[in-house]
């Protein structure tokens, strides 16, 4: 599924998130700080070597391809992640769909740095921002690289956040797959 043919229910939910606050104030930290009271996971994985990697890489970014299709689904029907754009996404856990709002923070264009950053909004049922970065080194090698701080946002999550925590990890590890093997296509 294309992340421009958001199912109905979903592209309803990102449409109402226009108005939502942010749900954390430490709004671009996660480029370069670690904000006190929050967990910290900065994770990377080697993509491939080359200039054919990096675009690929950066087209599948785009297109929010780092999302596990299998169970998660991805409302932003914009051509590329652009700051102050909403978007929606919802994970599949044990047969429910839980939905996750989320507004761009910033990008990064650069010739050796490419990628964005979300920070949760209201709706979003965690506290922090998330960094997708592709990186390229002076050997022309390609990683990907997940950086992000969270914290619950609700009773509920702080109750299972060992779950929430696990569910973080899996998430990381299944991008990390799937753009591996999107790059190698």
């Known amino acids: ?69 299998s169970w998660s689904e991805v409302c932003y029907p914009h051509p590329k992640p652009e700051p102050g754009r909403e978007v929606g996404v919802r994970f599949r856990i044990h047969g429910i769909w839980m939905y996750c709002g989320a507004r761009i923070i910033y990008t990064i264009r650069e010739e050796e740095r490419y990628g964005f950053a979300y920070g949760t909004l209201q709706t979003h049922p965690e506290k922090g921002e998330e960094l997708f970065l592709l990186e390229t080194t002076t050997d022309k090698k390609v990683y990907f690289r997940i950086r992000a701080f969270s914290r619950p946002n609700y009773w509920f999550v702080r109750l299972g956040y060992w779950y929430a925590r696990y569910q973080q990890r899996r998430f990381v590890k299944t991008a990390f797959r799937q753009m591996q093997a999107l790059c190698q296509s």
Do not use: H
């Open 1 to 69: 599924m294309s992340n421009r043919d958001c199912p109905d229910k979903l592209f309803a939910f990102r449409r109402k998130l226009k108005d939502q606050p942010l749900s954390y104030r430490e709004r671009g930290a996660s480029l370069d700080g670690i904000p006190a009271g929050y967990d910290f996971d900065d994770n990377r994985v080697l993509l491939g070597q080359g200039e054919a990697i990096f675009d690929r890489a950066k087209n599948a970014l785009d297109a929010w391809q780092m999302f596990p299709e």
